[in-house]
């Protein structure tokens, strides 16, 4: 990125943020924010600001249930890089594997069998990375 990066709600972008770090860890947001180049830093902020800062900061919702939706929502979407992001998290804020399995279980009556096969693909692989770095 050849600019200096300021975001245009700074308060709204610190919060989220701090939420994006809490759910999906510094390193990936770190590489998030310093990856973003002249043409996606605007993608970068607005996600940031309104999706963390704002959507994931109401109160009618927990992260948990948060984390439940966008798991059955990035299925539906067949979104695996997004998936993949979002299943680290939705472990971070407290969603078991078994909870997980529910999820893509719902998703194949809701949304189709090949979405779901895919998520449950996408999820051994990303339990996979997380075992051999906790055995690591």
């Known amino acids: 990125m050849t600019r200096p990066y300021a975001p245009k709600n700074p308060a709204l972008f610190e919060e989220g943020l701090a939420t994006r770090r809490e759910v999906l860890g510094d390193a990936y947001v770190d590489a998030s924010i310093h990856n973003a180049t ?3 830093i605007e993608m970068q902020e607005l996600v940031t600001q309104y999706c963390w800062g704002d959507v994931w900061n109401r109160p009618g919702l927990d992260r948990r249930s948060r984390s439940l939706l966008n798991l ?21 804020n407290g969603v078991t594997r078994d909870e997980i399995k529910e999820v893509f279980l719902q998703t194949a009556i809701y ?3 090949p979405a779901a096969v895919d998520a449950f693909r996408t999820a051994t692989e990303v ?7 906790a055995s690591a």
Request: aromatic share 6%.
């Open 38 to 40: 002249d043409f996606n």
């Open 72 to 92: 059955a929502m990035l299925t539906a979407l067949n979104r695996p890089h997004e998936l993949k992001i979002h299943l680290r998290g939705a472990l971070n």
């Open 127 to 133: 339990f996979k990375e997380l075992d051999a770095q």
């Open 111 to 113: 949304c189709g069998v």
